[in-house]
């Protein structure tokens, strides 16, 4: 087997995951990633960042 290349290997590799199984085992990173990428698919607005940041309480 040859060197990992992430230009010719990377997607290949990508398409062998399945979502359902790492969101059924509870993976804490996979469901970052999840929230992530719905976040940019909802269009943010300019300038909006994710996490959001929280709000702070006054006091």
Known sequence: MGRYK??????????????SDLR???LPAFG???RALR???SAPAPGAVYPPP?????G
Request: proline content about 4%; hydrophobic content about 45%.
């Open 54 to 58: 929280a709000l702070q309480e006054e």
């Open 39 to 41: 976040f940019l698919a």
């Open 32 to 34: 970052t990633l999840e």
């Open 6 to 19: 992430p230009t010719l290997d990377q997607l290949a590799l990508t398409r062998m995951i399945d979502s």
């Open 24 to 26: 059924s085992v509870g």
